[in-house]
């Protein structure tokens, strides 16, 4: 059967051989295992279904999210002549589908998932020769993913009534739970589960405090002159930020989804076409852009998981040539994420919190960057990958316990109601009329930071925030987080990552 798929293969795609783990999903389900196939965007998750379709009598039924993309895939398979139809509110032609499938001369049909839960719908499919469910981006399914859409929970109870079909889910982006939680909620056996690696050797990951971010983005921008796209957290940030970046020569220009559809056409057809071009963006860009030669992704923000990290990081370096990933964060950007997810619903929140925490040990590790995004994904890399910051220029890492014990002392002996620069103040000595007038300067905390310690404040501040010890109040000053406690009663410990020091013009001579 395989070699049988290997001919197809050749004649209907085109392509030589199969590429990474297709071949072994493509088996099962021509044997008609349900499985899960875990690929990153660009593995080629689309022929695990399509193959199939066209060898299998009867259709594969395709759920697939967006409608942009269903009509963006129905071209592509038809161009391959493949016989493919949508049912979706846009298509005009649905009496000449809903023939062609009751007649079983369809190989794909694609649909919404709201269709799913619709009777009219399931009746239809009783009435039709039905090969395979193929369920496009799966991790819609879970709550743990970081796009739930409560329609793909009708999934199941649809294909229930099809014992005898298999289910193939597709995903790029999920970590081990939601994985779990995949095969759970759509009835696939654990051992049906296939992951393709993850690992883009050509990404040059680096990763670090934003402290002035023009000027960072400035640095990066004048290192490599080729097509970019930095995210932005905000459409403002972008305009903002593209007027900034802006030089005689460069073409910069900013994308978000609140500017007019023709501007928006134009500018993203102008970086498509560009050889230098950096957009300036917020997600609503990149998703089915097809740019291969994009040589750097920045965000100047942080993402919203590590997922979409991978993901957004993932559209540099398509061509396999050298590329590079820069995220600049920030501690507010953390303490800020932590109190949205005091916000969300309570049964959704512990999963917020490993969300972030994942993010938290991503950007706060003194290891390979590549080997903590590759074991978020299940994988089991090599402890350093030659091509990260770390990697390339590993960083010192110090015990800032103490100095975190007295942070936080000084924050709670200032009542938890002041801000970085007050709190800094009293512990560093810094005599105030404000200090004074508030009998701060006589607060054992007053001046017990001295010397080298002072340097560690800020990156002290930093990390507390990034694991929820600090969190920001809503006047502009500090409050214990959750994880405080740990770091007064002396069990939690703090190792901060120093980056490693610049041989500058004040290098070593310079400090006495
Ligand atoms: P995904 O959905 O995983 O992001 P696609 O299905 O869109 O990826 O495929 C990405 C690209 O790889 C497409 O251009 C597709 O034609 C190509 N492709 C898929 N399988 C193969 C293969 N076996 N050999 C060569 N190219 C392939
Ligand atoms: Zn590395």
Redesign the pocket.
């Given at each position: 059967m395989i070699d049988r798929a290997r001919e197809t293969?050749k004649s209907t795609f085109g392509?030589a051989?199969?590429?990474g783990r297709?071949e072994e999903v493509v088996a099962r389900v021509l044997d008609r295992r349900s499985t899960l196939a875990v690929?990153p965007?660009?593995?080629?998750?689309?022929?695990c279904y399509q193959l199939p379709a066209i060898m299998l009598e009867g259709t594969c039924v395709v759920v697939s999210p967006l409608i942009a993309l269903m009509h963006d895939q129905l071209r592509a398979a038809r161009a391959n002549g493949i016989r493919a139809a949508t049912l979706t509110s846009a298509d005009a032609d649905w009496r000449e589908t809903l023939d062609a499938f009751r007649a079983g001369q369809l190989d794909l049909l694609y649909v919404a998932p709201e269709r799913a839960s619709q009777q009219g719908f399931r009746d239809l499919l009783n009435s039709a020769p039905i090969a395979l469910f193929a369920i496009d981006e799966a991790h819609c399914v879970s709550e743990w993913g970081h796009d739930f859409r409560p329609d793909y929970r009708q999934l199941r109870p649809m294909m229930a009534a099809f014992p005898d079909v298999p289910r193939l889910a597709l995903t790029?982006t999920a970590d081990a739970h939601t994985r779990a939680d995949i095969l759970n909620q759509l009835g696939i056996p654990e051992e049906g589960m296939v992951v393709a690696g993850f690992d883009r050797p050509n990404i040059r990951y680096a990763i670090g405090p934003r402290d002035s971010l023009t000027r960072q983005l400035q640095a990066l921008l004048a290192s490599e002159p080729g097509p970019g796209i930095v995210y932005a957290p905000t459409r403002a940030a972008t305009e903002r930020l593209s007027e900034s970046l802006a030089t005689p020569g460069r073409e910069v220009r900013a994308y978000h989804a609140g500017l007019p559809p023709e501007v928006r056409a134009a500018n993203q057809a102008a970086f498509v076409a560009s050889e230098n071009m950096v957009m300036v963006a917020t997600v609503a860009f990149g998703m089915g852009i097809d740019k291969p030669d994009v040589r750097f992704v920045a965000h100047a923000g942080l993402p919203k998981s590590i997922e979409a990290y991978y993901q957004e990081t993932g559209r540099a370096g398509r061509d396999g040539d050298p590329a590079q990933a820069h995220l600049f964060w920030g501690a507010d950007d953390f303490a800020r994420a932590r109190m949205r997810v005091a916000e969300v619903e309570p049964q959704r929140q512990a999963g917020e919190r490993t969300r972030l925490d994942a993010l938290g040990a991503l950007v706060e590790t003194a290891g390979c960057r590549r080997a903590v995004l590759l074991r978020h994904f299940g994988e089991d890399p090599p402890e350093t990958c030659g091509n990260c910051d770390n990697c390339c220029d590993p960083p010192k890492s110090v015990d800032a316990t103490v100095v975190a014990q007295k942070y936080l002392s000084a924050v709670a002996r200032t009542r938890q109601t002041y801000g970085a620069g007050y709190v800094e103040g009293i512990l560093t000595g810094q005599r105030s009329d404000r200090a004074e007038k508030n009998g701060h300067d006589t607060l054992s905390v007053f001046g017990i930071v001295e010397g080298e310690e002072a340097q560690l404040l800020k990156p002290v501040r930093r990390a507390l925030m990034v694991r929820g010890a600090l969190l920001p109040t809503e006047h502009g000053g500090m409050m214990f987080g959750s994880e405080a406690r740990g770091y007064l009663k002396g069990e939690s410990e703090l190792h901060l990552v120093v980056p490693p020091k610049k041989q500058g013009r004040r290098g070593r001579s310079g400090r006495d």
């Open positions: 293969l392509f051989d199969f590429r297709q690929m965007t660009g593995a080629g998750k689309s022929l790029a």
